[in-house]
Protein backbone atom coordinates (compact mmCIF):
# COMPACT_ATOMS: atom_id res chain seq x y z
CA UNK A 1 0.00 0.00 0.00
CA UNK A 2 1.44 3.27 -0.99
CA UNK A 3 0.44 6.32 1.11
CA UNK A 4 0.68 9.85 0.12
CA UNK A 5 1.78 12.42 3.05
CA UNK A 6 1.17 15.88 2.12
CA UNK A 7 3.23 18.11 5.18
CA UNK A 8 4.40 21.28 5.93
CA UNK A 9 7.96 20.18 6.84
CA UNK A 10 10.06 17.61 6.62
CA UNK A 11 9.54 15.44 9.96
CA UNK A 12 5.59 15.02 10.40
CA UNK A 13 5.45 12.11 7.38
CA UNK A 14 8.23 10.31 9.40
CA UNK A 15 6.18 10.41 12.99
CA UNK A 16 2.50 10.08 10.97
CA UNK A 17 3.95 6.73 9.61
CA UNK A 18 5.04 5.41 12.16
CA UNK A 19 2.02 5.82 14.49
CA UNK A 20 0.20 4.29 11.49
CA UNK A 21 1.78 0.97 11.76
CA UNK A 22 1.55 1.44 15.10
CA UNK A 23 -2.35 1.52 15.02
CA UNK A 24 -2.64 -0.98 13.05
CA UNK A 25 -2.34 -0.31 9.22
CA UNK A 26 -0.73 -2.80 6.81
CA UNK A 27 2.73 -2.00 6.01
CA UNK A 28 3.22 0.32 3.00
CA UNK A 29 5.27 2.89 1.30
CA UNK A 30 5.70 6.47 1.65
CA UNK A 31 5.36 9.11 -1.27
CA UNK A 32 6.34 12.34 0.11
CA UNK A 33 4.81 16.18 -0.91
CA UNK A 34 6.48 18.71 0.89
CA UNK A 35 3.52 21.32 0.50
CA UNK A 36 5.73 24.35 1.93
CA UNK A 37 6.45 25.46 5.17
CA UNK A 38 3.43 27.21 6.93
CA UNK A 39 -0.50 26.27 6.85
CA UNK A 40 -0.51 28.76 4.12
CA UNK A 41 1.70 26.83 1.83
CA UNK A 42 -0.28 23.90 2.60
CA UNK A 43 -3.69 24.74 2.10
CA UNK A 44 -3.21 26.36 -1.21
CA UNK A 45 -1.14 22.89 -2.37
CA UNK A 46 -3.28 20.43 -0.96
CA UNK A 47 -5.71 20.68 -3.51
CA UNK A 48 -3.76 19.35 -6.37
CA UNK A 49 -1.39 17.23 -4.16
CA UNK A 50 -4.15 14.94 -2.36
CA UNK A 51 -5.59 14.64 -6.78
CA UNK A 52 -2.04 13.94 -7.71
CA UNK A 53 -1.69 11.01 -4.94
CA UNK A 54 -5.21 10.12 -6.33
CA UNK A 55 -4.03 9.97 -9.82
CA UNK A 56 -0.63 8.53 -8.29
CA UNK A 57 -2.27 4.91 -7.34
CA UNK A 58 -1.77 5.71 -3.58
CA UNK A 59 -4.54 3.95 -1.43
CA UNK A 60 -4.57 7.28 0.42
CA UNK A 61 -3.49 10.92 1.16
CA UNK A 62 -2.63 11.82 5.07
CA UNK A 63 -2.27 15.64 5.79
CA UNK A 64 -0.92 16.95 8.65
CA UNK A 65 -0.53 20.57 9.84
CA UNK A 66 0.53 21.58 13.14
CA UNK A 67 -2.71 23.69 15.05
CA UNK A 68 -0.64 26.52 16.53
CA UNK A 69 -2.37 29.18 17.81
CA UNK A 70 -5.22 28.93 15.85
CA UNK A 71 -8.72 27.96 17.32
CA UNK A 72 -8.62 24.48 18.42
CA UNK A 73 -10.86 22.16 16.53
CA UNK A 74 -11.09 19.46 19.11
CA UNK A 75 -12.62 21.64 22.17
CA UNK A 76 -16.21 21.27 23.51
CA UNK A 77 -16.68 24.90 22.26
CA UNK A 78 -15.68 24.68 19.07
CA UNK A 79 -17.78 25.95 16.08
CA UNK A 80 -18.35 24.01 12.63
CA UNK A 81 -16.69 25.48 9.99
CA UNK A 82 -14.97 27.59 12.15
CA UNK A 83 -12.48 30.42 9.71
CA UNK A 84 -9.87 29.85 12.64
CA UNK A 85 -9.91 26.16 12.72
CA UNK A 86 -6.94 24.76 10.18
CA UNK A 87 -8.60 21.58 10.24
CA UNK A 88 -11.87 22.83 9.19
CA UNK A 89 -10.36 24.87 6.55
CA UNK A 90 -8.13 21.89 5.40
CA UNK A 91 -10.69 19.25 4.95
CA UNK A 92 -12.89 22.10 3.27
CA UNK A 93 -10.62 23.14 0.63
CA UNK A 94 -10.32 19.09 -0.38
CA UNK A 95 -11.79 17.61 -3.17
CA UNK A 96 -14.89 15.59 -2.64
CA UNK A 97 -13.89 12.28 -1.80
CA UNK A 98 -16.14 10.23 -4.54
CA UNK A 99 -14.16 12.53 -6.93
CA UNK A 100 -10.85 11.23 -5.49
CA UNK A 101 -11.91 7.63 -6.12
CA UNK A 102 -13.19 7.91 -9.50
CA UNK A 103 -9.30 9.61 -10.07
CA UNK A 104 -7.52 6.44 -8.25
CA UNK A 105 -9.85 3.75 -10.00
CA UNK A 106 -10.97 2.40 -6.69
CA UNK A 107 -10.05 2.57 -2.96
CA UNK A 108 -8.98 6.34 -1.94
CA UNK A 109 -9.28 7.79 1.77
CA UNK A 110 -8.04 11.52 3.25
CA UNK A 111 -6.93 11.37 6.74
CA UNK A 112 -6.43 14.45 7.99
CA UNK A 113 -3.73 15.17 11.28
CA UNK A 114 -4.12 18.34 12.72
CA UNK A 115 -1.68 17.61 16.59
CA UNK A 116 -2.91 20.54 19.14
CA UNK A 117 -0.76 22.58 19.29
CA UNK A 118 2.12 20.53 17.17
CA UNK A 119 3.80 17.27 16.60
CA UNK A 120 6.16 17.81 19.50
CA UNK A 121 2.81 17.81 21.82
CA UNK A 122 2.25 14.54 20.72
CA UNK A 123 5.98 13.04 20.90
CA UNK A 124 5.64 14.67 24.87
CA UNK A 125 3.25 13.02 25.71
CA UNK A 126 4.38 9.87 24.24
CA UNK A 127 8.15 10.16 25.97
CA UNK A 128 6.31 11.23 29.29
CA UNK A 129 7.67 14.98 29.47
CA UNK A 130 5.54 17.52 31.43
CA UNK A 131 4.39 20.35 29.15
CA UNK A 132 4.17 23.65 30.81
CA UNK A 133 0.58 24.36 31.39
CA UNK A 134 -2.31 22.77 29.71
CA UNK A 135 -1.75 20.77 27.09
CA UNK A 136 -4.61 21.90 24.65
CA UNK A 137 -2.92 25.43 25.13
CA UNK A 138 0.92 25.06 25.12
CA UNK A 139 2.06 25.88 21.96
CA UNK A 140 0.38 28.70 20.84
CA UNK A 141 3.21 31.42 20.53
CA UNK A 142 6.73 31.03 18.41
CA UNK A 143 8.19 30.58 21.96
CA UNK A 144 5.98 28.25 23.54
CA UNK A 145 6.75 26.38 20.04
CA UNK A 146 10.06 26.25 20.57
CA UNK A 147 10.18 25.38 23.96
CA UNK A 148 8.55 21.98 22.71
CA UNK A 149 10.80 21.51 20.41
CA UNK A 150 13.77 21.84 23.22
CA UNK A 151 11.82 19.48 25.58
CA UNK A 152 11.71 17.11 22.74
CA UNK A 153 14.62 17.13 20.69
CA UNK A 154 16.86 18.57 23.27
CA UNK A 155 17.38 21.67 21.27
CA UNK A 156 14.83 24.73 20.33
CA UNK A 157 16.19 24.37 16.57
CA UNK A 158 17.44 20.52 15.73
CA UNK A 159 18.50 19.72 12.59
CA UNK A 160 15.86 17.57 10.57
CA UNK A 161 18.26 14.99 11.18
CA UNK A 162 18.04 15.33 14.80
CA UNK A 163 14.28 15.60 14.74
CA UNK A 164 13.73 12.52 12.49
CA UNK A 165 15.95 10.27 14.83
CA UNK A 166 14.22 11.10 18.03
CA UNK A 167 10.65 10.98 16.63
CA UNK A 168 11.47 7.75 15.52
CA UNK A 169 12.59 7.09 19.51
CA UNK A 170 9.58 8.63 20.43
CA UNK A 171 7.16 7.12 18.33
CA UNK A 172 8.08 3.79 18.14
CA UNK A 173 7.64 3.16 22.22
CA UNK A 174 5.47 5.76 23.96
CA UNK A 175 2.30 4.37 24.71
CA UNK A 176 -0.75 5.18 22.46
CA UNK A 177 -3.71 4.86 24.75
CA UNK A 178 -2.22 7.27 26.94
CA UNK A 179 -1.58 9.46 23.97
CA UNK A 180 -5.16 9.22 23.01
CA UNK A 181 -6.72 9.86 26.30
CA UNK A 182 -4.88 12.95 26.48
CA UNK A 183 -4.91 14.31 22.79
CA UNK A 184 -8.18 14.54 21.29
CA UNK A 185 -6.71 15.11 18.03
CA UNK A 186 -4.50 12.15 18.60
CA UNK A 187 -7.21 10.22 19.07
CA UNK A 188 -9.51 11.67 15.89
CA UNK A 189 -6.38 10.87 13.87
CA UNK A 190 -6.39 7.66 14.95
CA UNK A 191 -10.39 7.03 14.29
CA UNK A 192 -9.53 8.58 10.96
CA UNK A 193 -6.71 5.79 10.46
CA UNK A 194 -9.00 3.45 10.84
CA UNK A 195 -10.13 3.33 7.16
CA UNK A 196 -6.89 2.26 5.87
CA UNK A 197 -6.99 -1.18 8.01
Known sequence: MN?????????????????????????????????G???GAVLKNAPPL???????????????VDCDETANHFQV????????????RLSNSLPPLHELRKLSAGAFEVVIAVPVRTIESWLAILAGIQ???SLS??????????????????DATPTAEVMRTR???IGGAGDLQQLERASPSFADFREESRALR
Open 3 to 35: LAFITEDGTDDVVLSLLLRRLGSPEHTSTRYLA
Open 37 to 39: VGF
Open 50 to 64: VRQAARGRCRAAILS
Open 77 to 88: NHQTDDSNCRRC
Open 131 to 133: IPG
Open 137 to 154: EFGKTRHERLELKRLVYG
Open 167 to 169: AQQ
